[in-house]
């Protein structure tokens, strides 16, 4: 049995590239490792990652080939909208399944790359259209955000994507529009239009963005996104995801996260899973307090009772004077 180098032990690497190392193609075949793509190995006990296919897949692609479309959106953790906190971020990528198609764009006149589990592109990149990603080439969120318009994304999940960015970039909504310019009459500039009018800043969220969606279809007033409500004195006691002050009015959107829960005895000694619903019902009775009216919203009404979820808002706007 052949020794294997550290060097072929970190990561994948070519058949070519163990051969010149003295490692012959069928000392590689046996059950130890892994084929991620035809003349590339890896170590089977290696996770695998979108990360790791895609740094196989590189090994392998032509040297312009840039990841692109919905591969570009993981690897870059795009469509979460990080935040800082206690030096750690509070959203990671969602892990695409094993097996996931990747997505690879080439400038014009190069072979777009196609096989089991990758889907070529032929692009035309400009300056800043392309940015390192752990060793990757990969498009840039902006140009992204415009590639998946093109191949038919929604409108919705594209108002998600430039929210998400704006909630990480202060800069997202100019970057976005420039892009978008330079976009001219390419494939799905509407809806790239539509989708930046609609998006916003500061939103934590996708589900935010999709309850925020479906209060303006319905007509009602434009709500502040994730503005601080304040006792008399200026103490910050709730910083609801939607709001209208004018009418004290608040909409939360509550995930999976606020129904956790623990007995006393983990409270008493620090345990405790559901302070984030203890939080949440001090905060509650404190706005109360103050003549505001907070409604909160989870997944069933977002996707199952959009209707009624308008309609409880309106119902409350309408009872504090809003002209709905």
Not at 74 to 99: I, K, N
Not at 201 to 207: E, F, N
Not at 257 to 286: K, L, P, Y
């Amino acid at each position: 049995m052949y020794e294997i180098p550290d060097e072929l032990a970190r990561g994948p690497f070519t058949l070519s590239r163990a051969a010149e190392l003295g490692i012959p193609a069928r000392a590689l075949d046996g059950a130890r490792f892994a084929r991620p793509w035809p003349g590339v190995r890896v170590r089977r006990e290696h996770p695998d990652t979108l990360l790791e296919r895609c740094q196989a897949a590189a090994l392998i692609l032509p040297p312009s080939a840039v990841f692109s479309h919905a591969t570009a959106l993981h690897l870059g953790g795009w469509d979460m909208p990080w935040q800082p906190e206690q030096g750690r971020f509070r959203y990671t990528a969602r892990e695409l399944a094993p097996g996931a198609t990747i997505h690879v764009s080439v400038p014009a006149g190069i072979a777009r790359p196609h096989g089991k589990g990758i889907a070529g592109h032929c692009f035309t990149p400009m300056e800043g259209d392309i940015v390192p990603r752990d060793g990757l080439q990969v498009t840039s969120p902006w140009r992204t955000w415009c590639d998946l318009a093109a191949t038919g994304a929604g409108e919705v999940d594209l108002v998600i994507l430039a929210d998400a960015l704006r909630r990480r970039d202060h800069r997202a909504a100019e970057s976005l529009r420039l892009r978008l310019d330079a976009w001219g009459c390419g494939r799905g500039v509407r809806v790239l239009r539509t989708a930046l009018a609609l998006s916003r800043d500061r939103v934590d969220s996708a589900m935010e963005t999709r309850l925020r969606l479906i209060f303006a279809a319905a007509g009602l007033p434009e709500p502040e996104v994730n503005r601080w409500v304040r006792l008399p004195d200026g103490t910050p006691i709730h910083r609801p995801d939607l709001s209208w002050p004018r009418w004290r009015v608040a909409a939360d959107y509550d995930g999976r996260h606020h129904f956790d829960t623990d007995d006393e005895e983990d409270v008493r000694f620090g345990r405790a899973s559901d302070w984030r619903q203890r939080a949440d019902n001090t905060r509650r009775d404190q706005l109360d307090d103050i003549g505001w009216t907070l409604r909160v919203f989870t997944s069933f009404d977002v996707y199952r009772r959009a209707d009624l979820a308008a309609e409880r808002i309106r119902t409350v706007l309408r009872r504090t004077g809003a002209p709905v």
